[in-house]
């Protein structure tokens, strides 16, 4: 079990940015891929970006490629997601997650741990 907390959301105006973070406090995730979804009204839940354990494979949706960045801390046992550039069709909740899978996981099914969700909303 991974108990897996968000925060960073918010209102941005397009062009903005914001950090989100993502914090494991029931245990380590330093063995586990970590990726970034975000879901829209009226959408699925749809990849963003994922990072192996060590931080040296990164993997982004083509929409939010030079945009984003996922970047972790095994230290503080936290995945960041820095969103610079934002347009208002990034504006969803976007969640945290945590795959005991391989790397080059881009579906929501292959995530067993799953944050609340924040909101981010980015105005035009």
């Known amino acids: 079990q991974v108990h897996l907390v968000e925060s960073g959301g918010g209102l941005v105006e397009a062009g903005g940015s914001l950090r989100l973070s993502c914090t494991a406090v029931?245990?380590?995730?330093?063995?586990?891929?970590m990726g970034w979804f975000r879901q829209a009204p009226g959408k699925e839940r749809e990849f963003v970006a994922h990072i192996n354990w060590s931080g040296a494979v990164t993997n982004y949706a083509d929409s939010v490629k030079g945009r984003f960045t996922i970047s972790r801390d095994n230290a503080k046992n936290t995945g960041y997601l820095q969103m610079t550039s934002l347009k208002p069709e990034d504006t969803a909740v976007y969640y945290c997650?945590?795959?005991?899978?391989?790397?080059?996981?881009?579906?929501?099914?292959?995530?067993?741990?799953w944050g609340q969700g924040t909101q981010v909303t980015v105005s035009s």
């Open positions: 997650a945590v795959s005991e899978g391989a790397v080059g996981l881009t579906s929501r099914f292959e995530y067993e741990y």
């Open positions: 029931d245990r380590p995730i330093d063995n586990n891929v």
